[in-house]
Every structure is written in structure tokens, then in C-alpha cells.
Nanobody, 119 residues
């Protein structure tokens, strides 16, 4: 089993900052990708930022230049530093990890943390 626990969400005014954390545990031997998605009310879940297997960052255009993803060397924790927040950033933010077992890819998700940006 794989467990992901997010923290750091909350209420902030437009222009403010928040830092999200995700702690991973369980049987994780090979990671294809690890990072953050978000889902606003009535919207589909979308990628925010993630690390992919090559080590490169994959960041959504809507947050590029404002958000930064980072991790520890063991891939046990991933962070999302969110600056210059806008009301349209309001969503539930989910930590995600894709685990490789041979040719099989499994997605694991945290329970989510609410981010609300007021104007």
C-alpha cells in the first residue's frame, strides 16, 4: 500500500502565498512521476506541477512563474510553493504519485487539501 498525506492548505488573500507538503510512505520502488493536481468546483482535475522520471519538471502554463515544485533527495516528500495567488487558484489540491511495477503503472492520490484565495 502507498499513502500520501497533504498539508498546508488554507485561506489566503489574493497576492499571498502558501506552501503545500506531501509525505509519501509505503512500497514505492520505482516512481514514474510525483507532484500536484488540483480540482475546482465543477471543473476537471488538472495538472499543476510534477516531477517526471527523467527528473524534469512539468509545470502548467497557468501557474508557471508563480508556483515552484521541489522535493527531497529520496522522493519521500514533495512541496508546492505558491506565490502571487489568484482567486482562480481556488481548488482542492491533490498529491499524486505514479508507481511503476514492471510495465504496470498505478496512480495513488492523497485526500486533498483545500486552497481558497479571496479577492
Amino acid at each position: 500500500q502507498v499513502q500520501l498525506v497533504e498539508s498546508g492548505g488554507g485561506l489566503v488573500q489574493a497576492g499571498g502565498s502558501l506552501r503545500l507538503s506531501c509525505a509519501a510512505s509505503g512500497r514505492i520502488f520505482s516512481i514514474n512521476a510525483m507532484g500536484w493536481y488540483r480540482q475546482a468546483p465543477g471543473k476537471q482535475r488538472e495538472l499543476v506541477a510534477r516531477f517526471i522520471r527523467s527528473g524534469r519538471r512539468d509545470v502548467a502554463d497557468s501557474v508557471k512563474g508563480r508556483f515552484a515544485i521541489s522535493r527531497d533527495n529520496a522522493w519521500n516528500t514533495v512541496y508546492l510553493q505558491m506565490n502571487s495567488l489568484k482567486p482562480e487558484d481556488t481548488a482542492v489540491y491533490f498529491c499524486n504519485v505514479q508507481v511503476l511495477t514492471g510495465s504496470l503503472v498505478n496512480d495513488y492520490w492523497g485526500q486533498g487539501t483545500q486552497v481558497t484565495v479571496s479577492s
